[in-house]
């Protein structure tokens, strides 16, 4: 894997991992209501969540590759115009951050796996990812070795996100709530992921 393909895969994940989602919405939910306490154990929660449903998404895409370059590269095609779909979506979204304060005394234990259930059995997660890493990947290169480079990189940044934003929602809460700053993140999010889509397909259309 060249340095340059990883350091696309990184910003890429970075800049999808900032835009608020319904992990996010939870992480934001605690630490509005117990503070940075939260940050911990929820960063953990997300981060095991997330492996979860990146190692499922791994076998999927081992097998796929494994059976036919043609069917991969359908994949790929397939998974550029999800990601199409998911940037305008993600574009048209409103400036609400919607996130209750939850005050609901619970361990750090309990906190970590519900923020590690609410990730891993979101569906969402595993077909974005099926979407999302294939567009990465050099089929000429040992699978295996991309897939735990990428997974790693995206679980810290993961990591570093949720905790991030448990932070920012205990000691900073009119950030999390101002629709400006979230329609900002919403539209350049949603450019960015469109931009990728129809870049992944003229390159394969040019190739």
Excluded at 151 to 176: M, P, Q
């Amino acid at each position: 894997m060249s340095f340059e393909n990883w350091a696309a895969f990184a910003a890429a994940s970075t800049v999808l991992l900032i835009i608020p989602g319904p992990t996010i919405l939870l992480v934001v939910s605690y630490a509005l209501g117990q503070g940075w306490r939260t940050a911990l154990p929820m960063s953990v929660g997300v981060a095991l969540g997330d492996f979860t449903a990146m190692t499922l998404s791994m076998l999927g895409i081992g097998a796929l590759l494994a059976a036919s370059a043609t069917v991969f590269t359908i994949l790929k095609l397939i998974g550029a115009c999800y990601l199409i779909y998911l940037g305008v979506k993600l574009f048209r979204a409103g400036g609400a951050l919607k996130a209750e304060p939850r005050t609901d005394a619970v361990s750090a234990a309990k906190m970590m796996a519900h923020a590690w259930l609410v990730t891993a059995l979101n569906p969402k997660s595993i077909t974005f990812f099926v979407a999302f890493l294939p567009q990465f990947l050099n089929r000429e290169a040992d699978f295996w070795a991309q897939m735990l480079i990428f997974e790693a990189t995206f679980l810290a940044l993961a990591f570093a996100n949720a905790f991030g934003y448990a932070l920012i929602a205990a000691r900073a809460r009119n950030v999390v709530r101002n629709p400006k700053a979230i329609r900002i993140f919403n539209r350049t999010g949603g450019t960015l992921l469109v931009g990728a889509g129809i870049a992944t397909v003229a390159m394969r259309s040019g190739n």
